[in-house]
Structure formats: C-alpha cells, structure tokens
C-alpha cells in the first residue's frame, strides 16, 4: 500500500526569488526529503496558475542531488531514494465562480494530473471549470469542503456527475464528521480524500490516502489508476493532525492570500524559462 498526500503547495520551503518564505534549503532534495521523513510515497503539487510544478520538475531534471530523476510521463515525476520511489503529481488548485442562494461567491477546485505546462484560467463557473480539467485528462476535486472557498453539500451534491471525487479531510479547514462523509459517499458514489492542504513541512502529510501504488508507465494510466484506486482507498483515523484548528486555518488563509494577492500579481510566480 501506498501513501498520497495530493494536496500540498510545496509548503514554500523551496521556492527561490523574491517573496520566498524559505529560511531553510532550497535544494529539491530538501523537499524529497521532506516527504519520506513523512512515510509518504508522493504527494499532488498543486499550484495557483502559477508554474510551480514545472520550476520544480525542472530543477529536479538539473538536480546532481541525492535524489534521481528516473520518469517524467508529462503530468508526475519519480524520483530514486534510498527507500524506493517518490512521485510527484502536478495538480492545480483553481479559483471559480458558484452561486449560493442567489449570491456570488468563490470556490475552489483542485484538478489532479494536468500536463505539464498548462494551467487553467481562474474565475470560470463550476462547469465550465471541471469542463477544462476533463478535457485536459485530469481529474475534478473540489477543495476544502464547506468552509472557506468551498463548494458546500448542495452543490457536491447538483453536481456529482462533474466530480472525480471530493476532499472529505482538509487538515486545514472545517471537516465532515464521519456520518456526514458516510451520507455524501453514498449519495454521491465518489470517492472520498483525506488531504494535508499543506504550505509549510509540519502539516505535510497531516492527511492523506492509502491505496495500491498508482500506474506512472503514462500519463493517461496515472489518471485511470487514480480515480479507480480512490475508491478503494483506506484513510488513517479521523483527525490525524494534532494541530489548533484555528491556527491552521489563519497560516492557511495568510499563505493562499500571500500567494493569490501579493505573489502572482508583482510577478513573483512567473512562468518558468525551459
């Protein structure tokens, strides 16, 4: 069995450049090792439109590190460590527009196994989100269940049939209590995931998947295996992070606002030179 954490944001103790909030290495090795001092197998590195997988997929490729790039199939990498391989996943996490009780909000979306090199535009509507992220071949999960920036049980509920399966764990927001994943699975059939949501190491990890190892021979059996193993996938006991709540959810508002609101607008997260 294997462990995925598939939605993390590289916890910025990588990036370099300005507005880094890096004080430690900023090597690939650093997040590699990272991630197996957390028994994970991989994680889903998810951005904000703003080329994050691919400036870390191409320092790997350039890295002389301990760790060696061994596969790149267009949307994940492996890498060989001491104990096996690590995967990382592209995803992205993608700002949209819903409408709740005739009021404009936003949501978000969190597309997993997109290729390489191409984001989704922020601000579309739910179908026309989850439209894109199909016709891309990766998969539809919406993020952070009902508390900030998320979609709510109704609308999971309207509109099952765009979903590939749905954050029931969000280690830094507002949960479902058992019952109530129990009820949404069954009304739905999708798959349920326990996620980190992670922007620094100590949250990494904090949820996460159990499943059989996915298929990285190709893109295209990364997306098949993914969303066929989810639905046989085992998840640790409820409330596996032993943080205040309240602290997590204002450092995860401060770094999405950060990230959102001061980076992407000054150019900080520009695209990546190949």
Request: aromatic share 10%; net charge neutral; with cysteine.
């Amino acid at each position: 069995m294997a462990r995925y954490d598939l939605h993390t944001h590289l916890f910025h103790t990588w990036e370099t450049g300005k507005g880094s909030l890096e004080f430690g290495s900023r090597s690939p090795d650093s997040v590699f090792s990272a991630i197996a001092g957390k028994a994970l197998n991989g994680i889903g590195l998810a951005n904000y439109s703003d080329w994050r997988y691919e400036k870390f997929a191409n320092s790997v490729a350039a890295s002389e590190g301990e760790y060696k790039l061994v596969k790149d199939i267009g949307n994940a990498i492996q890498v060989e460590s001491g104990s096996g391989l690590l995967s990382i996943i592209k995803a992205q996490e993608i700002p949209m527009q819903i409408k709740v009780s005739g009021r404009k909000r936003q949501a978000h979306m969190l597309a997993l196994g997109l290729p390489n090199g191409i984001n989704i535009d922020d601000g579309k509507d739910l179908v026309e989100t989850c439209r894109q992220i199909h016709n891309l071949g990766a998969l539809a999960v919406p993020a952070h269940w009902w508390s900030h920036y998320g979609l709510g049980k109704q609308l999971v509920l309207d509109n099952a049939g765009l979903l590939d399966a749905i954050e029931v764990f969000n280690a830094n927001c507002k949960r479902l209590k058992p019952e109530e994943i129990g009820e949404v699975r069954a009304q739905t059939g999708l798959a349920g995931l326990y996620v980190s949501d992670s922007h620094n190491r100590k949250d990494l990890g904090n949820g996460y998947v159990l499943c059989q190892d996915f298929d990285f021979s190709s893109r295209d059996n990364l997306i098949g295996s993914m969303k066929e193993r989810f639905k046989f996938a085992v998840h640790p006991a409820y409330g596996t992070t032993k943080r205040n709540p309240l602290t997590s959810l204002l450092e995860h508002l401060f770094f999405v606002n950060y990230d959102c609101r001061v980076r992407r607008p000054l150019g900080w997260l520009e695209q990546p030179v190949k």
